[in-house]
């Protein structure tokens, strides 16, 4: 199965984003998936076995638990694939940070600027 096919099911990318905090048992998984996806137990672990099988996923034994982790290693070659089309948003977001850091520096300015009140004079005499 080609990575897009394994990441392009809602119910593997979810599972993907919940590994991404650390291991998580089969059954913590199948809880949350369950509930946001109103899919049977079953219907988890054949996305689980297609995460595994495709290397998204590592699963280990601790006692009866099975603990899943992300394998980074299909995300880093999905990430290679899309360096060819990174100059299509990079740019723009680079002149977005410029943007935003413009906006902040000149707020910072005008809330250090003297305001007319502490340009008075009160301690002359007229």
């Known amino acids: 199965m080609h990575a897009f096919d394994v990441l392009g099911d809602p119910v593997r990318r979810r599972i993907l984003e919940l590994l991404t905090d650390g291991e998580m048992t089969a059954g913590g998984l199948c ?3 369950r509930r946001e996806f109103g899919i049977s137990q079953p219907a988890v672990s054949q996305h689980l076995k297609v995460l595994r099988d ?3 996923a590592t699963v280990r ?3 009866t638990r099975r603990l899943y982790a992300v394998d980074p290693g299909p995300l880093r070659e999905v990430d290679r694939w899309l360096d060819h089309f990174r100059r299509f948003w990079t740019p723009p977001l680079h002149a977005l940070a410029t943007e935003l850091a413009r906006g902040r ?4 300015l005008r809330e250090q600027a003297p305001t007319t009140d502490d340009t008075t004079d009160h301690g002359r005499d007229r």
């Open 31 to 33: 809880d949350v998936i």
């Open 54 to 56: 495709n290397g998204f």
């Open 61 to 63: 034994a601790e006692g």
């Open 105 to 108: 520096r000149e707020r910072r």
